[in-house]
């Protein structure tokens, strides 16, 4: 056999459904996700598809500003991704990044171009609302526009409730854009309550599952049906150490919520880990882990029923 021979059944021995690795045993085929936390400032769509393809990733969330919705329209098929609208931003610049969030530099975006924006589809979603970055409940009255918006075009929702840069509200934190009124008392999901009893046809997912407050999270589960959560972040062991992960996890499933619970990433370096994170934990069966990973997210956003075929 000659050479290249060898190479082109290497390829397609390598190409199939599971890969063959030098001593001849198959290894598993990656398990289908879909990732609810992307965000356009922290990646590009050229960077996201590549993950897709090497990570068997179906779908995406991505949380999104103005400047960034026609790059990702352009480079994705509207099969692959949902856009989300990024709101509130501290004087129209968006958290973590200082990127303006739209034209202008107003804290939320003007309702009449957003209505615009969701009619013509360029924008399917809101997210990752932060009022936490301002100090601001998410009960805050001045949302309630948004709020209704969102069940008047009946689309997803994503709030951040939890964890943020380390220090966030200090002079000292790590990330260029500095949110001095960060505040983990606005990030109890209790505060949601109050939001799903005002407008009680919202599509809600509580981003970062509320971490660390799982108590308050397991109330808001159990007496709104229609609240999801997504693991971003949490799979990073600088902030969460794997071991207390592991427990938030195992309780939220053992509580009776793995059906309501999405893999998200919020990081590109964190894609990876999170899925092996969600794959390798000895607590979750099969099924709980295709959840998880997959099957929640396309209930949640309605995606065709094939999404989650491996
Ligand atoms: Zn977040």
């Given at each position: 056999?000659?050479?290249?021979?060898?190479?082109?059944?290497?390829?397609?021995?390598?190409?199939?459904?599971?890969?063959?690795?030098?001593?001849?045993?198959?290894?598993?085929?990656?398990?289908?996700?879909?990732?609810?936390?992307?965000?356009?400032?922290?990646?590009?769509?050229?960077?996201?598809?590549?993950?897709?393809?090497?990570?068997?990733?179906?779908?995406?969330?991505?949380?999104?500003?103005?400047?960034?919705?026609?790059?990702?329209?352009?480079?994705?098929?509207?099969?692959?991704?949902?856009?989300?609208?990024?709101?509130?931003?501290?004087?129209?610049?968006?958290?973590?990044?200082?990127?303006?969030?739209?034209?202008?530099?107003?804290?939320?975006?003007?309702?009449?171009?957003?209505?615009?924006?969701?009619?013509?589809?360029?924008?399917?979603?809101?997210?990752?609302?932060s009022p936490q970055y301002?100090?601001?409940?998410?009960?805050?009255?001045?949302?309630?526009?948004?709020?209704?918006?969102?069940?008047?075009?009946?689309?997803?929702?994503?709030?951040h409730m939890?964890?943020?840069?380390?220090?966030?509200?200090?002079?000292?934190?790590?990330?260029?854009?500095?949110?001095?009124?960060f505040s983990?008392?606005a990030s109890?999901?209790?505060?949601?309550?109050?939001?799903?009893?005002?407008?009680?046809?919202?599509?809600?997912?509580?981003?970062?599952?509320?971490?660390?407050?799982?108590?308050?999270?397991?109330?808001?589960?159990?007496?709104?049906?229609?609240?999801?959560?997504?693991?971003?972040?949490?799979?990073?062991?600088?902030?969460?150490?794997?071991?207390?992960?592991?427990?938030?996890?195992?309780?939220?499933?053992?509580?009776?919520?793995?059906?309501?619970?999405?893999?998200?990433?919020?990081?590109?370096?964190?894609?990876?880990?999170?899925?092996?994170?969600?794959?390798?934990?000895?607590?979750?069966?099969?099924?709980?882990?295709?959840?998880?990973?997959?099957?929640?997210?396309?209930?949640?956003?309605?995606?065709?029923?094939?999404?989650?075929?491996?």
């Open positions: 056999m000659t050479r290249w021979f060898i190479a082109i059944l290497f390829a397609i021995a390598t190409g199939g459904i599971s890969a063959s690795n030098m001593s001849g045993q198959s290894t598993p085929a990656r398990p289908p996700v879909i990732d609810v936390h992307v965000h356009s400032t922290n990646t590009s769509p050229q960077d996201a598809l590549e993950r897709m393809k090497a990570l068997n990733i179906r779908y995406l969330f991505v949380s999104s500003l103005k400047a960034d919705l026609p790059i990702w329209a352009t480079a994705l098929a509207p099969t692959q991704f949902t856009a989300a609208l990024v709101l509130p931003c501290d004087g129209g610049r968006a958290p973590i990044t200082g990127r303006p969030c739209w034209d202008g530099g107003a804290d939320l975006p003007d309702l009449m171009w957003l209505r615009g924006e969701l009619q013509a589809g360029r924008i399917k979603a809101l997210g990752e609302m301002e100090g601001m409940s998410p009960a805050d009255r001045k949302l309630d526009p948004y709020w209704e918006l969102a069940e008047e075009f009946d689309v997803p929702v994503g709030v939890g964890p943020g840069p380390p220090g966030a509200a200090y002079e000292s934190s790590p990330v260029p854009f500095k949110s001095p009124k983990m008392a109890d999901p209790m505060l949601l309550e109050e939001v799903l009893l005002r407008h009680k046809r919202l599509r809600l997912v509580v981003m970062h599952a509320g971490w660390p407050r799982l108590e308050s999270m397991l109330a808001l589960l159990y007496a709104h049906p229609n609240v999801y959560v997504d693991l971003a972040a949490l799979q990073a062991p600088y902030m969460v150490p794997r071991p207390a992960y592991n427990r938030f996890v195992q309780s939220l499933v053992e509580n009776g919520f793995g059906k309501r619970m999405m893999f998200g990433s919020d990081f590109p370096n964190l894609v990876e880990p999170g899925i092996d994170a969600i794959m390798g934990a000895g607590f979750l069966n099969a099924e709980q882990k295709a959840d998880i990973l997959c099957n929640n997210a396309a209930r949640f956003l309605r995606l065709k029923a094939d999404t989650c075929v491996p």
